[in-house]
């Protein structure tokens, strides 16, 4: 995660509590020393350099999300990552919706806009205000209830399985709600019991992180 600051000190709680592995890196040395007290592996230096990147395992990571407020350092920190981890998911903050189109055309992932997603809830505490605030309760709960994704392995004992084959599902209190293929980017949801499983199956679901880790646990065997 590159920068603590405004939005990335929502984004790190955020990973912290569905139990992620994250590294931060940060060029304020009080903001760094603070993580550092709180056990945060973190790195100082400008993220936007291959070495403090390398040194933060940019090579090992599954992801990066940068949270700067300045969409020039944000677009620049994506392709300088692009080029030392192709495989890489990238999430970046956009600050001016007008060049969020500039962050995909660069290989960005997802460019999120907190003006645009800051209207969209503006609007749905109007016109669907009990449903906004079942999601909230949701993200407020000391259980760290979640929608989450696990992606179904080759190696899975359940590919080629149907779902109801599945136990663990009730075995973990794991609520499964969809259902994505790998080269299908349309979701089944509350996909039928009778669905054959295939590998790399993506599948949606609501639980507290330890229930999807179990559950992942109990798939991947």
Known sequence: MCGA???GKYVLEELQRTRRQ?????????RVSELLQQNIVTVEGDASHDDILRTA???RARGLIATLPDDKENLFIVITVRGLN???RTVANV??????????W???????SATYIGGLRMASECIRPETTNFLDAMLRNSSNLRVDQITLCPQSKYVGKKLYDVQHFHETGVLLVGLQRINDSSVIFNPPQTTLLQSH???IVIGTAEQRERLQRELSS
């Open 106 to 112: 660069s290989g960005t992932d997802a460019a999120v």
């Open 86 to 88: 192709p495989s890489l």
């Open 95 to 104: 600050n001016d919706v007008s060049v969020r189109e500039k962050f995909l």
């Open 201 to 203: 199956d993506i599948l």
């Open 22 to 30: 994250v590294v931060v890196i940060d060029k304020d040395h009080v």
């Open 5 to 7: 600051g405004k939005y």
């Open 57 to 59: 395992g940019i090579d």
